[in-house]
């Protein structure tokens, strides 16, 4: 495999030398290839695959800019995308992702958890509860794959917080094989395997997926960078993602002793999927819907006295404009009895900002493009 030179300023040493293997190019040389996107675009609307069936995504909630794009970053293996907690990748509905083995792999950065229930990557949507399968933060807000087989989803070993949300960049690799579900940090295994005997359910989900998202009734939208996710037929075994740290391999590769398993913040477990309309059942620990703003435009002009209208059905709560999510308020104004906010943006400068619900980090915030043109 060709390997390119990339830049590992804030990333691990074992998780830099993991971005450069997974940076070259993998159609002709992994076998399995489903799709991958590198986010090495250096603008436009489209997340390009590389891999052998063309599932291109797209930025955002349109083929236009719009507050769902998430921002293209320089880093890592040249590029990468930074999610805000209202953004996507929206993928092609392709019957390809319909996998009944499978390797799920990512390459994240944030510097703390995302929160819990947050998607890395979703296939599928089945109301408020789960999709066919997805590699999300799960409860405990470390990381996990979980599948679904209509009935019950099943969640592997959950990473803890401090091993992968720690500002530096992580490659996270979940595989299933049909019989039990496994996950990777930088190579190394989290916890013990989670059986899982069943076949995945793709008739009672929808066919959507998506990067950084769940496109079900519920608002899990990831925050933090990603530079790259792949998706592989198959169940890729250990040796496939213990890359070995420049000078200093990791213990999978010294003599015949297997490497110790990063301890786990919760073991793998089985959930009941409820009611038919993928409602969750009270006993399950499921995320309830989260409230979602929506402006009443998404682009002002820079520099101009405008008004802009904050709708998200909550009533007396602050809505804040932001040029980041923790920066000096902008504008900021209450909700009213109809949980709509009025915000004067005086001047505003050039760039984006985000408008979110102070005190409520439950309620997704809304990008706001301000150029000209």
């Given amino acids: 495999m060709t390997t390119r030179a990339i830049r590992c300023r804030t990333a ?17 040389d992994t076998p399995g290839l489903v799709a991958q996107w590198r986010f090495d675009e250096p603008d436009g609307q489209s997340a390009l695959d590389d891999g052998p069936f063309g599932l291109t995504g797209q930025l955002g909630a349109s083929a236009e800019p719009d507050a769902a794009d998430p921002v293209r970053i320089a880093d890592a293996s040249g590029g990468a995308l930074h999610f805000d907690g209202g953004e996507l990748v929206r993928l092609p509905e392709s019957s390809r992702l319909e996998l009944q083995a499978m390797t799920i792999q990512a390459v994240v950065r944030a510097p703390e958890s995302p929160g819990a229930w947050r998607y890395v990557l979703s296939r599928g949507a089945r109301g408020c509860f789960a999709g066919s399968y997805g590699l999300y933060t799960a409860a405990a807000g470390g990381i996990a794959l979980y599948v679904f087989d209509g009935r ?19 490659q996270i690799a979940g595989t299933f094989d049909g019989s039990a579900l496994r996950l990777y940090v930088d190579g190394r295994p989290v916890g013990a395997p989670m059986a899982a005997p069943l076949r995945v359910d793709y008739s009672t989900t929808s066919q959507s997926a998506a990067i950084g998202s769940y496109l079900g009734r519920c608002s899990l939208s990831y925050r933090g960078d990603l530079d790259l996710v792949r998706v592989t037929a198959g169940a890729l075994g250990p040796d496939a993602f213990a890359t070995p740290a420049p000078g200093e391999p990791p213990a999978a590769q010294t003599g015949d002793a297997p490497v110790a398993p990063l301890p786990a913040a919760a073991q793998g477990t089985t959930l009941d999927a409820g009611d038919p309309d993928g409602t969750a059942p009270a006993t399950a620990p499921g995320p309830r819907p989260a409230c979602v703003i929506r402006l009443s435009r998404t682009r002002v002009s820079p520099h101009r006295r405008t008004v802009v209208r904050a709708r998200l059905g909550v009533r007396r709560v602050t809505v804040v404009a932001r040029r980041t999510r923790r920066g000096k308020a902008i504008a900021k104004a209450r909700t009213s009895a109809a949980g709509v906010a009025r915000l004067v943006l005086r001047r505003p400068p050039s760039g984006s900002l985000t408008i979110s619900v102070a005190g409520q980090p439950s309620c997704t915030p809304a990008r706001l493009q301000v150029r000209s043109g």
């Avoid at 998780?15 to 293997?21: G, I, K, N, Q």
């Fill in 152 to 170: 019950r989803y099943v969640v592997s070993a959950v990473a803890r917080i401090q091993d992968v949300w720690d500002g530096r960049w992580h």
């Fill in 12 to 28: 691990s040493a074992l998780a830099c030398a993991a971005l450069a293997v997974m940076a070259g190019p993998a159609h002709a």
